[in-house]
């Protein structure tokens, strides 16, 4: 593929353009969409719940069928201890997140924000230029030959406009 702004040719798309550095993205790739903040909540709770009810049951099963015997190993002990820690890093998640969801809610909706006034597009409002520009004044003009003359006469008055 080709650079878009310095056009050097045969790169690899997903890289950076070996002329000027420019990220050169994949376009036959669909663009990734991105969820909203709404859905990670979501997931977040659902995945939050899931590991509290899974790690407490698991620690309550372990002491339940492992757990006070004689041949109880303490390591036993120490993997309920653990889950029970993740049960309770999750609760201390769920709460969180709850909280979040809260403040989100409570947020105009994505859809309001959107709709707020029309940005319009500087395209639309720019003048076309040659209404802005004035006709090209072609008397004024000073043929190539005579720059050479030009220049000496500005050497000699140049001095002259520094007093001034
Ligand atoms: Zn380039």
């Not at 593929?1 to 690899?12: E, L, S, V, W």
């Not at 997931?43 to 492992?66: D, E, G, K, Q």
Request: aromatic share 6%; with cysteine.
């Amino acid at each position: 593929m080709f650079c878009p702004r310095c056009g050097k040719a045969d790169q690899m798309p997903e890289t950076y353009c070996r002329q000027c550095g420019l990220f050169l993205p994949d376009l036959s790739k669909p663009l990734k969409r991105e969820s909203p903040p709404e859905e990670h909540l979501k997931a977040n709770t659902v995945l939050s719940a899931m590991t509290i009810i899974a790690s407490f049951s698991l620690s309550f099963l372990l002491f339940l069928i492992l757990g006070f015997r004689s041949f109880t190993h303490p390591l036993i002990y120490v993997t309920a201890g653990i889950l029970m820690a993740i049960g309770g890093w999750h609760i201390q998640t769920l709460i969180r997140t709850l909280m979040l969801k809260k403040q989100w809610k409570r947020r105009a909706p994505l859809s309001e924000i959107q709709a707020g006034p029309p940005v319009t597009p500087m395209i639309s409002r720019s003048t076309p230029t040659a209404k802005l520009l004035d006709q090209a004044n072609l008397a004024d003009t000073i043929p190539a030959s005579v720059t050479e003359h030009t220049t000496r006469h500005l050497a000699e008055t140049l001095p002259h406009n520094h007093d001034s």
